[in-house]
């Protein structure tokens, strides 16, 4: 048996995304050993190192079967759904795409992306203390991407919902709300914030996995003139990231029965 390992990810013309994808994928490596095959793959923009460069690469290194994890922040992305047809997944993209599906003669499975999960909250959580002065007198603003496309916007606002519901209690903060960029929604969401506990400070946080346009641009200068602590901190890099991935690993290759030789 010789598993292999697919992260997928967007992929862009910036090179520290790709150097933090790179660095995730390499200490996933360290942390499976050599008899688990791991290689990242990029939906665009990185030439020569995309979804079916990466699977071309895993079988040629003995690979027999795959799984895919794809390293997006919702199920409400429409890249995770094209990416799953392209993958096999899904009888039907769900979005119109300009994928084609991928050439592979072994077995894979198709994972999940990260949505509430636990090690989502976690590095929320910590991101929030550099920002947080007393939780229970603020008010928390999550802001993501977000989508427009029937389906897809109500699975971001399942992920989104849940996210806060956590973050409140686990974080003890006064209240949380969400909003989606592609929405338009963070001015208004601010006012529901300020309007329901007006004492409460207001701390924003990007639910985003890497610094970059949105994060550094859109969101401070759609708060701007909105009294807001926000420092801008993302997904990555950070340890429980690779947590994330070696959880959804680790279930696959007990599901397959891989053990490891000693």
């Known amino acids: 048996m010789k598993p292999g390992i697919l992260i997928i990810s967007h992929g862009s013309k910036e090179s520290g995304w790709v150097s933090l994808v790179d660095e995730a994928v390499s200490s996933a490596r360290q ?17 020569g190192r995309l979804i079916q460069d990466a699977i071309d690469e895993l079988e040629r290194a003995g690979a027999d079967r795959l799984l895919a994890i794809p390293l997006f922040i ?26 084609t599906p991928v050439a592979c003669s072994v077995p894979l ?3 999940k992306p990260m949505d509430d999960d636990a090690e ?90 890497s610094e970059g346009y949105f994060t550094k641009e859109v969101i401070p200068s759609l708060l701007r003139g909105l009294p807001s602590r926000y420092d801008g901190r993302t997904l990555m890099p950070h340890v429980r990231v690779l947590d994330w991935m070696s959880r959804q690993a680790g279930n696959w290759l007990n599901d397959i029965g891989f053990k490891r030789q000693l």
């Open 31 to 47: 942390a499976w050993g050599e008899e688990v095959l791991v290689a990242a793959g990029f939906l665009e923009l990185v030439e």
């Open 74 to 99: 919702s199920s409400g992305s429409t890249h995770v759904s094209e990416i799953g047809w392209a993958l096999g997944a899904y009888e039907e993209p769900g979005t119109e795409t300009d994928l």
């Open 109 to 111: 499975l198709y994972g």
């Open 120 to 209: 989502v909250v976690d590095v929320l959580l910590e991101r929030l203390q550099a920002l947080s002065v007393r939780p229970d007198k603020e008010s928390l603003l999550l802001i993501g991407h977000g989508s427009k496309e029937e389906g897809f916007r109500q699975a971001w606002e399942r992920g989104l919902a849940r996210l806060s519901e956590k973050l409140i209690e686990q974080g003890g903060f006064g209240d949380c709300r969400w909003a989606m960029l592609q929405l338009d929604q963070v001015g208004g969401r601010w006012e529901e914030l300020r309007s329901d506990k007006p004492q409460n400070d207001i701390v924003v946080v990007p639910l985003f996995l």
